[in-house]
């Protein structure tokens, strides 16, 4: 598997903005080979965003990163942060847990 890691510090008052512009994007379809995205907060700093976004292999990232709708989305992600963000492409070498839940998703909990 191979992805990216993506660090960033979102604009005062717009981390709700970049959470329902994130939920609101369309999932590249499967035969893409995009596996997952997800976004989380630091704790020592709320607006600083990580987000984390796997492929297949390094091929499928490559083909997606030079897709003229992936340079859409990312000039549209633009409007909400301070400045470009830190890219960290990555080899995955292990993976441990389940893949995430809707709630998990969604910052609510099971059953509420």
């Not at 903005?17 to 609101?24: C, D, E, G, M, N």
């Not at 796997?54 to 992936?70: G, H, I, L, W």
């Amino acid at each position: 598997m191979y992805g990216t890691i993506m660090r960033a510090k979102v604009k005062a008052g717009q981390l709700d903005a970049f959470r329902k512009y994130s939920q609101a994007q369309a999932t590249p379809d499967n035969a893409s080979g995009w596996v997952s995205s997800e976004f989380a907060v630091e704790d020592k700093d709320p607006n600083r965003i990580v987000g984390i976004i796997r492929f297949k292999d390094k091929e499928s990232y490559v083909k997606n990163a030079n897709a003229p709708q992936t340079n859409d989305n990312y000039d549209q992600m633009l409007k909400f942060l301070e400045g470009p963000p830190e890219w960290i492409d990555v080899t995955y070498v292990a993976f441990q847990g389940e893949p995430l839940k809707e709630y998990m998703m969604t910052g609510s909990t099971p059953g509420a």
